[in-house]
């Protein structure tokens, strides 16, 4: 019986190949295309994604810098009086302090803003709002805007049941409303719920009164990193 074996000196072997460990002419023509792409159209360095000072050191530090532009970060709250409030007031601060705007979707109407005096309030849209449903629509219209820096929607104070009536599909359209936007979209929950979050944060405190009554709480804010994942681009060195 004749052996099925081909000859690799044989006309019919593959031009260029010399022995049975060389490279196919195929895989050798591939290679030799992407250095050609490679050459031509050299790709830019990968350049850390963008991000706002919250002016809390705590998260800062936590989030390498930041919370990022072009992407959606979701703050858990799970405990009572874990300083939601407190920190929406100190980003209400580092906007006045910075000269930019930033707009709070009120979930439930929930927001006192008398405490922080008319100057800081100059820099404040305050969308308040009872309904859950209402709250997406008018994140949708402020994503489209654009001209915010940063977006706050709070849904702390939502009924869980209602939540979960959002459909993740609506997640995914406000991620890519907010991804060619130099915006931060901070979405304020009770439990995590937002599957296409890039940055998930928890805030893990638990005050009494007697806490609150202390200056310069936000200061002693604590926050732990769950989650980062995608958008466009790393957050080194986070977690």
């Not at 081909?6 to 006309?11: L, Q, T, Y």
């Not at 805030?203 to 007697?210: K, T």
Request: net charge positive; with cysteine; proline share 6%.
């Amino acid at each position: 019986m004749a052996s099925s074996k081909i000859d690799d000196s044989s006309p019919g072997s593959a031009p260029g190949r010399a022995d049975g460990q060389s490279r196919p002419a195929h895989a050798s023509s591939i290679l030799d295309l992407r250095q050609l792409l490679a050459e031509r159209f050299p790709q830019p360095p990968t350049t850390a994604q963008a991000r706002l000072s919250t002016g809390v050191p705590t998260l800062d530090a936590a989030t390498n810098g930041g919370l990022p532009k072009g992407a959606i970060t979701e703050l858990t709250s799970p405990q009572l009086s874990a300083g939601s409030a407190l920190l929406i007031h100190r980003l209400l601060q580092a906007a006045h302090q910075e000269r930019y705007f930033l707009a709070l979707i009120d979930g439930r109407d929930s927001f006192d803003p008398e405490p922080l005096g008319n100057a800081r309030l100059r820099h404040l849209l305050w969308v308040r709002c009872t309904k859950t449903i209402d709250t997406v629509k008018a994140a949708d219209l402020l994503l489209r805007d654009g001209n915010f820096p940063l977006v706050v929607l709070d849904l702390v104070l939502n009924a869980a049941e209602e939540l979960r009536k959002i459909p993740q599909t609506s997640w995914y359209r406000l991620q890519r409303l907010v991804e060619p936007a130099p915006t931060v979209f901070l979405v304020l929950t009770r439990r995590s719920l937002i599957s296409s979050a890039q940055l998930k944060v928890a805030l893990e405190n638990s005050w009494h009164l007697e806490d609150l009554q202390r200056d310069h709480n936000f200061l002693r804010l604590k926050f732990r990193l769950q989650r980062v994942h995608g958008g466009r681009g790393e957050m080194a060195g986070a977690g």
